[in-house]
């Protein structure tokens, strides 16, 4: 069982209804997805509810594609993949440049973006801790005032 197959019993996450084809993702999306994202899609069909003291909600593979056109991703956040959100108006993405996974302000640009961490499940244990808003790197927009 992988890490994320165990997390996703512990968690109750949904079951993925079929199996998923994730190259035809990808191709939709125009973007590579990280080895770990994909397994996660393969695994579930996404997640909504509380995990620790936050509200998550990560999308599953047959609402991906659709919300990051409709959320208009490829325009305002280019090389960016929405994969959730906290219902609270933050985003969590992938930044395919980098391969880290991000938090975004809704109305934010991509500079806005806080680390969350390189992998899902590094992104998975700030979430338990409550630590979105931390920034794990310095901020040179601040260094630089």
Same mark, same amino acid.
């Given at each position: 069982m ?6 996703c ?5 949904r079951p ?5 084809d994730?190259a035809?993702?990808?191709?939709a999306?125009?973007?590579p ?8 899609l ?6 909504? #509810? *509380?995990?620790g003291?936050?509200y998550?909600?990560?999308? +599953? @593979?047959t609402?991906?594609?659709a ?13 960016h ?7 609270a108006?933050?985003?969590?993405l992938?930044d ?9 302000? #809704? *109305? ?8 969350? +961490? @390189?992998t899902l ?11 979105w ?10 260094e630089n005032?």
């Amino acid at each position: 069982m992988t890490r994320i197959e165990q997390l996703c019993h512990v968690l109750g996450w949904r079951p993925s209804a079929a199996d998923v084809d994730v190259a035809a993702i990808e191709s939709a999306l125009g973007l590579p997805l990280p080895l770990d994202y994909q397994d996660f899609l393969a695994t579930t069909d996404g997640f909504e #509810g *509380i995990i620790g003291e936050v509200y998550l909600v990560l999308l +599953g @593979p047959t609402e991906l594609v659709a919300a990051n056109a409709r959320a208009s991703i490829a325009e305002f956040h280019p090389a960016h993949v929405l994969i959730g959100g906290n219902g609270a108006g933050e985003w969590f993405l992938i930044d395919t440049n980098t391969g880290q996974y991000v938090m975004v302000p #809704g *109305i934010g640009r991509a500079l806005d973006a806080i680390p969350q +961490g @390189p992998t899902l499940e590094s992104f998975l244990d700030r979430t338990f801790k409550d630590q979105w808003f931390e920034r794990t790197m310095p901020d040179k927009r601040r260094e630089n005032r």
